[in-house]
């Protein structure tokens, strides 16, 4: 099987972050609220 793709890969990285215990079915991304910001800076330094 011959597979070519093309165009160019995404210049930044597609960052979610989900509370599971208040949204189990994953409809609100709360990657970038503000109150949720020192988590997600956690989250990236160890990313």
């Not at 210049?11 to 609220?33: C, G, M, Q, T, Y």
């Not at 949720?36 to 989250?43: F, G, M, T, W, Y």
Request: charged share 25%; hydrophobic share 40%; no cysteine.
């Amino acid at each position: 099987m011959n597979t070519k793709i093309s165009g160019s890969a995404p210049k930044r990285i597609a960052w979610s972050l989900f509370d599971l215990w208040n949204d189990p079915h994953e409809l609100h991304n709360i990657v970038d609220s503000p109150q949720h910001a020192d988590k997600v800076r956690e989250l990236r330094a160890v990313l």
